[in-house]
């Protein structure tokens, strides 16, 4: 499998533009600040991440991928933006914290380094990509038999037009407007549909609630605007 196509350059290209305000917390990036204590302890709870081998994919500046180093797992963490790769690895440097970062698309490195990984992580990047089914083909054949992947995304819905599109971009500004497009939003059914054809099965889905007035984030059964879910690769069967 190659990454090849599978990839939007304009997507690229905004992440690339805003790469250098990705570890403030005010910035472009300010949720992935204020979900990343929620989504961090909801991977915790589920999979443990002390000792783990850790892919973390789409990782961005590194927001996540830190956070599960400074848990005690061995990460590594890739996407295609070379200005928000270079920005997380100054950031993990100047902060002491071990991570390897490689620019390198899902597909390719699943060609290279199948079964290789623990737990596989991919949130908040499927609903920036062509063929996302394609991605999770790749995150199935990562992680080894036995092993977890996690992937948080927005569902597609009017309600999560109006919160995850209207309300964070347009009237609160949390995020730059243009950063999510509504026809790119991925239901829980298609995610755990794709899933299931790279041969994962679905252990749980929750919703992550964000209150902008507070900046707190916490795990709900509610997953209609953001969701993570949480798969198992068999340990006797081959995925894909
Ligand atoms: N996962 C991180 C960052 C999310 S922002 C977090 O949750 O904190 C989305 C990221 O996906 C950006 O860094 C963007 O460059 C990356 N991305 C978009 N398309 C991609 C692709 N096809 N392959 C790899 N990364 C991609």
């Not at 298609?190 to 252990?203: F, K, S, V």
Request: proline share 5%; with cysteine.
């Amino acid at each position: 499998m190659t990454g090849a196509g599978n990839v939007d350059p304009a997507e690229i290209a905004k992440f690339d533009a805003s790469a250098a305000r990705w570890w403030d917390p005010d910035g472009d990036f300010r949720p992935l600040h204020d979900l990343n204590p929620a989504r961090l302890d909801y991977i915790e709870a589920r999979v443990g991440l002390a000792g783990q081998r850790v892919l973390d994919a789409g990782c961005g500046g590194g927001i996540l991928a830190e956070g599960m180093a400074r848990r005690g797992a061995r990460v590594t963490a890739i996407d295609l933006s070379p200005a928000a790769l270079e920005v997380a690895r100054l950031h993990a440097l100047e902060g002491g914290v071990m991570v390897d970062y490689r620019q390198v698309a899902v597909e390719d490195l699943a060609d290279d380094e199948g079964g290789a990984y623990d737990l596989v992580t991919c949130l908040e990047m499927l609903e920036h990509v062509p063929d996302p089914a394609r991605i999770v083909k790749g995150l199935a054949q990562l992680v080894r038999p036995g092993g977890q992947v996690v992937c948080s995304t927005i569902n597609r819905n009017p309600k999560a037009f109006a919160f995850a599109i209207v309300g964070a971009e347009y009237l609160l500004r949390l995020l730059p407007a243009g950063t999510h497009q509504y026809a790119r939003l991925i239901r829980p059914s298609e995610l755990a549909r794709w899933a299931r054809d790279a041969g994962l099965e679905l252990a749980n889905l929750a919703g992550l609630a964000y209150d902008p007035l507070t900046r707190k984030a916490r795990v709900t059964n509610d997953t209609s605007v953001n969701y993570l879910a949480h798969f198992q690769r068999p340990a006797t069967a081959a995925a894909g």
